[in-house]
Structures are given as structure tokens and as C-alpha cells.
């Protein structure tokens, strides 16, 4: 998972605007993909250089660039610089460390999000950071690593025809948000899934690695959260904006879109109550074993030390010669037998004591 | 009890509004129940294929068509498209993870909730997942399985006669609701009886399976707060709407059930608050019973450790003929009775310690 | 107390508004005193039937029916049906198990709250649920047991004359109500003083039967809460309300009623806090207690348990005529005496220890 | 510390407005301080009755009457009624267990709040409920006991001239309110040091007598944060009010005053968090210790009680003569070095143990 | 770090608006630096008095005067006087303890937060009160120590020319403001670290010192919470404000600013919330180590106490010559090697129980 904090050290005593990039240092190409169609015309390439999406700004097509890589900060300010996106949205591109948050501007709209997905080999969820920006007819998206998420987006792309829907920037970009959203649920389910297996698990027995996986769970939660609340205001404020770049009969898929973040973030709430309740049995049948350990170390100890001191005394070297009084037990006829009857009395009194205590 | 999460993986990809099932997989044919009436006359029927139903939209008496099954997506979609339903309601009718809410259009008001029930040989609460949309002058519910919480609403408008406040689609939409509504108190007052129970045990025999029982009572509510919270919302939506749909006259019962749904919430968070209570007394009595165990042997081992030294010195081999240094107390007259002395003395002092320690 | 739920399995399926009793089950009559007066004359008197009521909706006088039980639905049918109560008002009064609110139609208003008092020969809390009805110039009060929390309001309308204030239905239904919030008052002062003993109790002697207290008290904390906190609106609806009811100069007669209710509120609050402080020192000062247990134990078995083994070893058996590698101590002529040396050495350096560790 | 509740017995069943002092029992006269000035006149004087003061109600000059004690409610009535002040405002006056508020009425302007102080020669924390009213040209302060904390503002005003601010009611009004406020801080430092010495003491040593420490500090945060935050809202409500009795230049001041209540509660806050932080260290360092204690016991036990097995072993009395097969050890030439080596062979192997568990 | 609570004792009687410093002692002089340039020119003096600073206030050109050193209150009140500061803004400038706030007046904004770094030889984390006060060409700014979170501002105020932006006051203020945000990221980075490598080391080897930094940590996460909360507030307002002093062209700019101070609002409680995990786990930890101490106990006890008792049984002295009943095992030829096979069926037994109970 990303560091929680990353924008500090870089950027201190620059002026506010500065592009900097704060993630992790990456030093492949920035990949430039460019998606250009109408109605029925389709058209894929990769750019060779930024210059090569240039023409598209102005051409009555719908494209959809999409950046693959946040660390070239030169390459984003000369997009940046030809699509009219102002320093302070460009910042907030690249600065990885930022909360989701949407802005705009006359002839923009900028917004910022999460990405999450599992990698398939283990349970780690990766955490992205996403730029989208649309103008009349364009698309920008702004992701760090390459990926799939927004595959689906292409492929629907491709393959519905005519596109009626897809023949705004506007839906595009709703469609990318939807992808990205979508693929929450794929890490919520995985976390669903591992917080059962959990639960049923600890409730048959507990063990010490349980609490590793409730802390981790419980941590990736906490990132979870704070990649998602604050979506539910971008999308609100998506829904209410009153910029032509939104058309009214996008509003239906918004709304929808509004109630997915806000299914998102009733899940993760209540996954969070749910890993505290694992957390409270863990501890409790810890509790519970401890218990039990010292039942019955006290069970043993509690019968055998009388029982050792009863056969310390007759151990003893008393000198029976001198007096009557020395240990006249050692010398009686029944001696022995009578200290095993004794044995038993007492065993037998304590095991009474215990059933009577329901410790046995 | 359903999972939390369902809607994932197999929708992924797919244009929003695409009609997909996604709760447990069931094989037997949707049902489709038909029951059309006016003041006076009352019909019920069991429809054969969907285009049954199809003639009723248009009938001026009041139709109820009660749809049991949403695995059958392609039915779903036939009645959807006579309906005027649109894909995004559909959508949500189907997908059985989605919470409580909402929707209007001009011509219909779309609500989705949850229903609770109990099953009567065990103590398991099934979730299911429940649409209701209404229009002019017919009700269309959607159910997953078989049940008989919306019987007693057929019983009434059988019964009743003439039928006065049936007699608009609005009614009939909000005495099914309210019949479910009706319903979480059943669920309610069992796990309120569980509590009780509970509570009752927990206070004269803590045992380490009440820790599951507090668990799953936990858990229960988690899924019922999950289900009633955001009927709140749409209850007060539906009371504050100013759709035709809804007549004045209906505005007191929906005062009653927006009351009623409170109600529920209100219980559900005491009940939350009492089960923290229980799991409070379980640690509590876990930690006295265990500091009980401890004294026991405390006080076992402390008295007889010492006097168990005591027996070992006078077991010890030492030559006495050596020296008079050497256990002279083997050789005394009174030396065994003065053992005993030792002995009672050592006991009754701890005696008096543990006394004084509150211990015994 | 009351059941938490009451109100499910007896109403299932019967339309809203039909009247149910859900509460205890009761077979005594139920009792109606009805009292009537104007600023001078006083007259009070037992219904022997319902009928007997009827007269008084239109007479000039201002008229307070009280209604002692609420099982017979029959009599408050009846009742309801002279005075214009709607048939989901008629449902509200009788159902016991119903929150606070209030409920306004054109003639009348109507109030449900709940009273709270003390048995005086223990100190169980009994909740009874009230229901007043006004209109212009009667006052109808519904409870469920005969009791005196009201009497106190008869008293102060027989003692003033000239009844200035009295005059008016709604300063009358006021009066009622500020009669039962007083009472909350008096039911804390119960508590508080419970909660404050128990304080006392459990910092000088902490002990397991504290922790049922700690519960009830929390318990009982829940049940008042929840009969409180709705009150608060209901009263703050009071004062909002527009209906001739209510004149102006009854205005700040209900903001000071309000500010009860908050301070209600607010000590059942702080009561609430104070519990929860009251079981952690429960639980912590169990803790304290273990460890000294555990301190004591290990001291002595610390000590005692090495100088046992000293003690063994010089009982061991083997045989000093073969070999002068043989326990040879035994032979020594000081080596009892070095034994004990040993003993005390042994015992000082940990008891040295001990002191180091602050165990002593 | 006062106690919580206080209002209830004494008053059942008397009218609203009755006036009821509440408070402890005191018998002692009530006194009453009389300060009159304009801008550069200034007059103190005892009034020796009631009716001393009242010319002062329509004199130019401004007046501070200062009553010292509420028991005597014959005094307060008198006053009460020369002064126009309503019943109920004369009710609150002297129920010294109301809660903060605000009353405006044509004439004069009521606030009611609580003096905190702490008594020097221990920590105990003083309540004292206070009352202010005024009016154009006087301001009458209620208090329970003699105390200095107003007496700042006497010295203030004395010293003053010529008395630009102080000839207006409300500034003087005021700059009462104001001082108390202040007094609150003094009272939060107090309790801050105690918190930080706590703190510097539970990390170096917690004893269980720090137990009761935190629980008292939460006891007085609790009762400070019930007289606080409701001040909030009555210098909020002070602030906005539109009387002419707090002239336009007051505002600046009352936003001051506002932020110093503002800070008061934020404090507590703080304080809260921390004495919580306090006990969870308490809690954790108990734990903590106790699990030393089990080591030490643990490391004692496990080497010495194998040990001491074997020991008793080789003082076993089984016949060495009848068999070689009967403890041949006892006969071998080096059995007791043998002996030893084995003890030390364990001995050391459980001290490998015990270091590869970081016990030691 | 700074104390909490600080303005009491000096302060208590004084009227309001007097001007006392309440923070550290300090003796050095205060330093007053100020700048002043244009879009060109720029110019940086010490100034030697406060009457140095005096003329820039009615210059064309934009001066910031920076203060270091709030405890000569003199020279704060004589700046004051000129720049035309209300005695209540002097009081809140000096009054350390002061909570952030924006204040607004017909020539003036006054803008108070709090500063934090660290030490960069530890961890200490420094908190420090800041007044930034800005009429039409002018900026004050009050620090209480010489410190480098500034600087960058005059750096770059320095560096760029021509200087655009810089022309305003506002925005002058606006750089000094974010500059001081700028720096909270530096604080949470550290923090942020210091959390990871703990969260490390928990899970592999808690021990008790963890315990203090968790402690630590929580308190310093208590600090900045109280530093920073109030700040969303202040710039919120001063977005909001429709004072001349901010242009239009800021109102980015504040958004901007505003969107960090939520983040490093959002960033604390994430860090409270971690904080708290952390103490979970190592509670937890410590309490699975006192389990697994107590197995090692329990299975050493309770395999060698009942063998000690063994062996205990064939050290008596019963005299085997009076009665064939006396210990016959002792004369028995393979007497000895039975009891080494009844120790090692007991001890295979008891191996057998312990792995049973999943201790092994």
C-alpha cells in the first residue's frame, strides 16, 4: 500500500502550482494512448510523443488520451500547457498524495480519485492515483501504473456500435469513474471474503497469526476509507454542477453512480464493525484459554503439593528410638495403607470441590 | 444469512444498467401471481408466461402482479419493457446486494427494500431483498423467494369489502410495505427475547459458548442496521414526494410507517448497546472467575510449599553422630509433635493473612 | 421494566390503525375519574361508563378525563369515537410499546410520552406509557396502572381559586405533562444516588456482585434514554406548534419544560458516562487484584521452592561409604548449620530482589 | 462537588414557578453588596434589607446589586418583585441544579451559568451556580456562597476613571460573565498539572492509588464539561440577541468571550482524550507487570521443580539390596557429582530456553 | 510541546484586551525584520526599533515586517498603536495559548495559527503561536522563536522577478499561510514514519518501551488535532470573506489551501485511528506472551509435581520390617525400574492431554 503521507519534502518553499511528482520513483516512458471515435469510425494508437495529441483538441471527434505514468512531469505540463489545464490542476495531477477531489473550471472539469485492485498472486490491494479531465470533446485520464481497470471502458467502446451513448465527453468520463468504482467492489469482496474465513476460523481456534490478519484487514480498511469518503462529495458535486459539459440525461447515471460510492463506503463501515468484533472474540478466547490453562494447573497443583507434603513428612528421619512420640505412624502395622486411604480422602475431596466450582 | 458483498465479479465490464442477478443460484421457474380487483370484485390468478400480466397495465382496476424469483433475468426485462421501467431500475430489482432506496419518474415511484424474517426450527434471520414499483393503477413486486410476509396484504383486500382506501395503487404499495416493515418487529422481538435470555445465563453461569451467541447476536444486528438505516431515508422520501401517485389521504400512514421505521432503528441501536453490555459482563466474569482460580492456588500453594520445605530439612541425611550441630532436632523426645506445632502455626498464620487479604 | 418490543406478534396482518393492547395482560376495569371545573366550581367524579364522559365534549367547563388502564380496547373505541380521535391515534395510545410523539389534527392534539417511577420497597424502575389528548376544552389522559405521579396536578387545580391559568385545556395538558417530567427527576435522584453508594462501595471494597449493579444500572439507563430522547422533540414540537391549542401565554411555560427535558436528557447523559467510568475502576481494580494475588504466589513459591530442593538433595540416599565424592556434607560437623546458612542467604538475596522490584 | 441531581423531591407537586431553593442547607443571612457609580462617582455599601435597594432601580446612575446566598427565597421573591422579574425566572435563580441558559424578556436580559474554582489548600473543585440579570441601568448577580472570584470586577470598576465602558448595564453584565469565564481556566490549569504529573508518574512507576486519581480527574472533567457546554450556547444566543440593552460596541467583546468559551470546551476535550490515554497506560503497565511476575514464577517453577523430582528421586528407600536393578546410582562412585551435572545440564538448558523466548 | 492551558494566572483580573504574554519566559530582544519590494525593487532591513517599521505603512510598495519575540509586550502594543490593531488583536497575538481564528475589520484581516516542526536531532515536535496581520500594502507577522518555516517565502519573493503575484498583501499572507500548512506535511511524514517502523517492530517484538511511544505518539496526535482542526474554520472563512483585501484571483489559491489543511485534518485522524490499532496489537500481544508463559508453566507443574509426589511416596520411612503392608515396592526386585515406567506413562499421558489441547 502507498505511504499515507508523500507530499512534504519535495515541494517544501515552492511556490503553490508547482508540479512536482511525490510517488514512487518509476523510470519507464510516460505511454500515451490515444482513443478516437464518432458514431461508427473507431481509431486506437499509442503517441510517440505528446505533440501527437495535439490535433485532437480541436477535432469534432470524441478522444480519449489516456496517460500512463505520473513521474514525467515535463511531458504533463506540455499536455497540460495545450489543453488549457491551469498549474494548480496539474499540481494536483501529479502530487499522488492528494484526496479524491473535483474541480472547475469554464471549460474543464477535473476530477481526482482512487484506483483500487488485488493483485492475484496475494491480498495486497494497490492503491492508484487517478487524474480524469474532460472538455467539450475530449477525455483525459492520468493513471500511475499500467493496468486494466479501464480496459472495460475501451472494450465497450469497440464493440458498441452505433454509439449513441459514448458521443459525449461527458458519458466517457462518467463511464471511466464507473469502471474505477466498479473495481472497488472486487476489493471489498476479496476483504468480505477473507474477514468470513477469518471469523470462522477464530470462532473454532484462535490462534496468534489471527491477530496479524485482523490488524492488516483492519489498516486496509482505514486506506479504503479515506480513498473513498471523500468520492461521495465528487460525485455529489458532479450530480449538482451546472456546466454544459454534464447534458441532463446524464443525470439517471450519476444518481446510480452516487449510490454505488455511497454502497462503498456502508460496506467498508461495515467491514470496519465487523474486524472490531473479530478482534473482540480473538481477545476473549485468548481470555478464555488462559482460563483454561490455569484450571487445570490449579487443579493439579491444588491436589499433588498437600498430598507431596503428606509424603515429605513420612520421609522424615525423626528418631523413633527416642520416644514414643516420634513418628509412631512409621512403625504402625496399617501405616502405609492408611497414608494411601489419606491420598484418596483428600483427592477425593478436592475433586468435589472442583465439580462444585464447575471447574471440571 | 446473505453475504455483504455480491455484486462484483459478475458484473464487471458490462455497461451500467445491464440487468444481472447476482444473489445465490436457484434453478426452479420464476412465479408469477396475478391479483386484479376493484370495490367490489376481487380476481387471482397464477399467471403462465409473462405476457399474462401484460393486458392489466391498461385495465382501470387495480392489478397486483407479485414476482417470485429474480434469477430469471429475461423475465425481469419482458416486464420491465411493457412497464416502462427503465434498465437502471431493473438493474437494481436484480441485484440483490443493492440497499434500500428510492426512485420516481413521471410515471412510476420505484422502491427498494429489504425484507427480515425468521426461520421458525432455528434462529436464522433470511435477508431478502425486495422491489416494489407502482404506477397509475398497478403494483408490481419482486421477491426472491417464496414467503408469506405479503400474504396477510392479500388477505386484507380479500376480506375487505368494499374496498375504499385500496382502491389506488399507492395504498396497495404502501400496505406491502408496511406489512414488511411490519415484519422486522417479528425479527426484533425474537432477537430481544434472545437478549433477554441471554442476559438472564450470562449473569448465573458465564460459559465460553455465550461468546459466540453475543457474536452472532452482533452480527445479526449489523445486517439488520444495514437493511433499516437508509429506509429511513426513503420512507421520509416517499412521505415528502409530490407525485400524483401519492394521494393526500395516504399522508398520515406514511407519518405512521416513517414512525414505525424509526422505531426499528431505535431498537436495533438499543439492542446494539445491550449486546455490548453482555459481552461486557462476559469479560468481566471471565476475569473474575479467574482471578477466583488464582487465589485457590495461591492459597494451596502457599501454604503447603513452606511446610513442604519444612518436612524436607527433617528428611534431610545428615550424620548425626557427626556432631551435635547436625539435626539435633531428629533426637529430641518432642521433636515430631513440635513438627506438627510448626506446621499449625505456619497454616494458621496464613490463614489469618489471607482473612485479613479478604481471600477467603 | 417493560419489554423492549412489544408490539409484533398479536398485530401481525391487521390493517394500520386497528386498535390493539400489546402491553401486560390486565383483567381489572378499566377506570375513568373525570373532573370538571371552571374558575370557581370543582366537581369530581368516577365514571361508572364510558357514556358518562360523553356530556362534558361540549360543555362550557374545561373537563380532564383520566383513563386508568389501557386493555380495554372497547372503552377507549368508544371514547375515541365521541372525542374525534382518528382511528391511528386510537392504535397509538393503546400500543405501550410506542416511542414519545406528538400528532396534531385540526381539533385536537395529542401526546405520548412515558412515566417513570420508583417502586419505593426496591428500586426497580417502572415505565408506563401516557397518552393526553386535548381539544378545546377537554383533556383526556390514558395510562396503564392507577398511580400518583398525576394526582399532584387534581391537588393544585382543587387548591387554586380563582383558577386563572387553569382555564385553558392546553395549560391543563401541560401541567400533566410537566407533572411526569418532574417525576424523571425524582427517578434520577434515585439513580444518581445509587450511582454515587456504588462509587464509594467500589473504590474501598471492590467486589463481583458490584458488576450486576454496574449492569442493571447501565440497563436501566438504556430503558430511560430511550424514553427521554424522543421526549425532547416532541416538547420542542410543542412549542413550534401553531393550533389555537396552544395560546402564547402558555409559551414560556413550554420552553421551561423544554429545558426539564434537556436537562433530563442531559443527566441521563452524564449518568451514562459516569457508569462506564464506574466499570472500568471495577475491572481494573480486579486486575490490581490478580496481580497481588499472583505477587504473593510467586514470592513464596520463588523462595521456597529452590530451598525444597536444597532440602531434597541432602535427603537423597546416596551412599557416602562407597565414594568420599558422596554427599560428603552430610558428614561435615558444621554442614547442618551450613545448610541454614544457605536457607538464608538463599531467602535474603530474594527478598533483596523483591524490594528491588517494588514487590514488597 | 455538588451533586448531580438536586431538583426533584422538594418540589413535586408545585406549581410551575414556585421558588424552591434546592441546594445544600445553609443558615447564615444573605447578603447583600450594593455598588452604584456613574462615570466618575463610585459608592459601596451592605444593604442591611432588601428594600434598601430598591431606589437604585430608577436611578441614573449604574447599579450592581451583589445577593450572596439563594437559600433565603423570601429575600430573592422581594427583590424578584420590585426588580420584574418573572416567577419562573426567580424558579431558575435559586434551583441550583439547572443548567446553564439564557432568558431575554422586554425589560431585562437573565443568564444563568456556573462558577468554577478550586479550593487552595486541596484540589477539590468548586460548583456554584450563579445568576445574572439586567436591566437598563442595573445588573443584580446571585450567588450561592461568598467567594472572590467576582471581585475582580469591583477593583476594576473602582480603579476605572473615568468609567467610559462601565456606564453602560450590559458592559458590566459583561465583564462579570467574563471573569468567571477566566476563573474557568485558572481551574483547567490546575487540573492540567495534575494530568501532566500524572502522566510523569504512571510512566515511571504506576501504583494502584493513580487509579483512583484518573478516576476522580474524569469525575470533574465530566461535571466541568455539564457546566460548560452549555454556555456555548448562551453566549452564542447573547451574541445574536437584538435587545437593546447590549449595545452594538459590546459585539467585539462578546465575540471574545465567545472564544473563550469555545477554548474552555476545547480544553475539556483535550483533557478528556488524555485522562482516557492515562488509563489505558495504567491499564497496559499493570498488564505489563503482571506478566513479569508470571516470568519470574515461571523461570523459578520450571527449573527447580524437575530439580527437586529428581532430587526426591535419589531419596527413594527402595531396597538396594535385593536387586542391582534397585537404584544402582546410589551405590556408583561418582553418583553425586553425576548428580550435580545433571542439574546443571538442565539448569542450563532452561536458561537457553528461557533467552531464545526473550524471557531473560 | 507547549502546555495546554495557559492563560489563567497571569491574566485573572485584568480587563479584557489587556495585552500580556503568557507563553515561556524568554529574555532576548525582540527582532524585527522587514522587507519591502515592489514589482522590481527589494529590500531587506533589520530594523533597529519599532519606529524603524512606521513609515511603510502609508509607501506605495508592499512591506512584510516579521516579528520574532512576542514577550516584550511593549513593543507589540506601540506596533499596534500605529498599524491601528484593536487592543483585543494585540491580546489574542501574545496570548500563546490562543485556539486559531480569523478575525476581519473595516483596514484589517488577522489571521492567528499554529506553526509546528520538529527538532531535527528527535522527535520533538514544536508548536508555536503565529498572528499574520495584512492591511492594504502591509504584513505583519508574529512568531514567538527565530525559526526557518518562513524563509522560503522571502526566498521566493526574492527570486522572482518581475514579481506578479506578490503585488498584493493577500497574497503575501495567503504564501506566509501555506507555507506554515506546507510544513504540517514535513511533521505528519515524520510522524508517519515513526508509526510504520513501530507498527514494524510490534509485530515482530513488542515490548514494554513500545508502549511510551504509542503513548507519545497519541498525545502528539492530540496536539496537532487541536493545532489544526480550528484552521479548516479560518481558512474556510477567509475563502468566504468579501473583503477588498483578497482579490478574486486568490479565491484558487484559498481552495487550494483549504484542500491541504482537510488533508492534514484527514491525515491526523487517520494517524489516531492507526495509533489506536496499534495499541490493540500490542495489548494483545502481551497478552498472548502471559498465555503462552502460563503453558510453559502449567505443563512443567503439572508433569513433575505428581512425579515429585512419586518420588516423595517411596522416600517414607515406613518401617517395612513390622508389616508386609509397608512400601512392599521397596523390597521388590524391579521396584525402581516400575517407577521410571509410572513416570513415563505419566508423562507420555500428560504429553498426550497437551497436545489434545493444542499446547504443544
Same mark, same amino acid.
Given at each position: 500500500?502507498?505511504?499515507?503521507?508523500?507530499?512534504?519534502?519535495?515541494?517544501?518553499?515552492?511556490?503553490?502550482?508547482?508540479?512536482?511528482?511525490?510517488?514512487?520513483?518509476?523510470?519507464?516512458?510516460?505511454?500515451?494512448?490515444?482513443?478516437?471515435?464518432?458514431?461508427?469510425?473507431?481509431?486506437?494508437?499509442?503517441?510517440?510523443?505528446?505533440? $501527437?495529441?495535439?490535433?485532437?483538441?480541436?477535432?469534432?471527434?470524441?478522444?480519449?488520451?489516456?496517460?500512463?505514468?505520473?513521474?514525467?512531469?515535463?511531458?504533463?505540463?506540455?499536455?497540460?500547457?495545450?489543453? *488549457?489545464?491551469?498549474?494548480?490542476?496539474?499540481? $494536483?495531477?501529479?502530487?499522488?498524495?492528494?484526496?479524491?477531489?473535483?474541480?472547475?473550471?469554464?471549460?474543464?472539469?477535473?476530477?481526482?480519485?482512487?484506483?483500487?485492485?488485488?493483485?492475484?498472486?496475494?491480498?495486497?490491494?494497490?492503491?492508484?492515483?487517478?487524474?480524469?479531465?474532460?472538455?467539450?470533446?475530449?477525455?483525459?485520464?492520468?493513471?500511475?501504473?499500467?493496468?486494466?481497470?479501464?480496459?472495460?471502458?475501451?472494450?465497450?467502446?469497440?464493440?458498441?456500435?452505433?454509439?449513441?451513448?459514448?458521443?459525449?465527453?461527458?458519458?466517457?468520463?462518467?463511464?471511466?469513474? $464507473?469502471?474505477?468504482?466498479?473495481?472497488?467492489?472486487?476489493?471489498?469482496?476479496?476483504?468480505?471474503?477473507?474477514?468470513?474465513?477469518?471469523?470462522?476460523?477464530?470462532?473454532? *481456534?484462535?490462534?496468534?497469526?489471527?491477530?496479524?490478519?485482523?490488524?492488516?484487514?483492519?489498516?486496509?480498511?482505514?486506506?479504503?476509507?479515506?480513498?473513498?469518503?471523500?468520492?461521495?462529495?465528487?460525485?455529489?458535486?458532479?450530480?449538482?454542477?451546472?456546466?454544459?459539459?454534464?447534458?441532463? $440525461?446524464?443525470?439517471?447515471?450519476?444518481?446510480?453512480?452516487?449510490?454505488?460510492?455511497?454502497?462503498?463506503?456502508?460496506?467498508?463501515?461495515?467491514?470496519?464493525? +465487523?474486524?472490531?468484533?473479530?478482534?473482540?472474540?480473538?481477545?476473549?478466547?485468548?481470555?478464555?484459554?488462559?482460563?483454561?490453562? +490455569?484450571?487445570?494447573?490449579?487443579?493439579?497443583?491444588?491436589?499433588?503439593?498437600?498430598?507431596?507434603?503428606?509424603?515429605?513428612?513420612?520421609?522424615?528421619?525423626?528418631?523413633?528410638?527416642?520416644?514414643?512420640?516420634?513418628?509412631?505412624?512409621?512403625?504402625?502395622?496399617?501405616?502405609?495403607?492408611?497414608?494411601?486411604?489419606?491420598?484418596?480422602?483428600?483427592?477425593?475431596?478436592?475433586?468435589?470441590?472442583?465439580?462444585?466450582?464447575?471447574?471440571?
Amino acid at each position: 500500500m502507498a505511504r499515507l503521507v508523500r507530499r512534504a519534502k519535495k515541494k517544501l518553499g515552492l511556490k503553490p502550482g508547482a508540479v512536482v511528482y511525490v510517488g514512487e520513483k518509476r523510470t519507464e516512458p510516460v505511454e500515451i494512448t490515444v482513443i478516437d471515435y464518432d458514431q461508427t469510425e473507431f481509431r486506437e494508437m499509442k503517441a510517440k510523443s505528446v505533440e $501527437d495529441c495535439f490535433p485532437f483538441r480541436d477535432s469534432s471527434t470524441i478522444t480519449w488520451i489516456n496517460v500512463t505514468g505520473l513521474h514525467d512531469v515535463e511531458v504533463i505540463e506540455k499536455l497540460g500547457a495545450h489543453f *488549457n489545464l491551469s498549474s494548480l490542476v496539474l499540481e $494536483d495531477i501529479v502530487n499522488t498524495g492528494h484526496r479524491p477531489k473535483m474541480e472547475e473550471t469554464e471549460s474543464i472539469l477535473f476530477i481526482m480519485l482512487k484506483m483500487l485492485y488485488t493483485k492475484t498472486e496475494n491480498h495486497d490491494i494497490i492503491s492508484e492515483h487517478v487524474g480524469v479531465v474532460f472538455g467539450k470533446n475530449f477525455v483525459i485520464s492520468f493513471q500511475e501504473k499500467p493496468g486494466d481497470v479501464l480496459d472495460v471502458v475501451r472494450e465497450r467502446i469497440k464493440r458498441t456500435v452505433p454509439r449513441v451513448r459514448f458521443t459525449t465527453a461527458g458519458y466517457l468520463a462518467y463511464a471511466l469513474i $464507473d469502471a474505477i468504482v466498479d473495481h472497488y467492489f472486487v476489493v471489498l469482496e476479496s476483504i468480505g471474503e477473507r474477514v468470513e474465513s477469518l471469523e470462522e476460523e477464530l470462532i473454532s *481456534n484462535p490462534v496468534s497469526r489471527h491477530l496479524d490478519t485482523i490488524h492488516s484487514l483492519k489498516r486496509e480498511l482505514i486506506y479504503i476509507r479515506r480513498a473513498v469518503w471523500p468520492l461521495r462529495e465528487v460525485v455529489g458535486g458532479l450530480e449538482r454542477t451546472e456546466t454544459d459539459l454534464i447534458s441532463d $440525461d446524464l443525470s439517471p447515471y450519476l444518481r446510480d453512480l452516487y449510490e454505488h460510492t455511497i454502497q462503498v463506503i456502508d460496506t467498508v463501515e461495515t467491514f470496519r464493525d +465487523m474486524v472490531s468484533g473479530l478482534l473482540d472474540i480473538y481477545l476473549s478466547s485468548v481470555s478464555n484459554r488462559m482460563n483454561e490453562v +490455569m484450571k487445570v494447573l490449579t487443579i493439579i497443583a491444588t491436589i499433588f503439593i498437600p498430598l507431596g507434603f503428606l509424603a515429605g513428612v513420612y520421609g522424615m528421619n525423626f528418631d523413633t528410638s527416642v520416644s514414643p512420640f516420634n513418628l509412631p505412624e512409621l512403625g504402625m502395622r496399617y501405616g502405609y495403607p492408611a497414608f494411601w486411604l489419606a491420598v484418596l480422602i483428600v483427592g477425593g475431596g478436592l475433586f468435589w470441590f472442583f465439580r462444585r466450582k464447575h471447574w471440571l
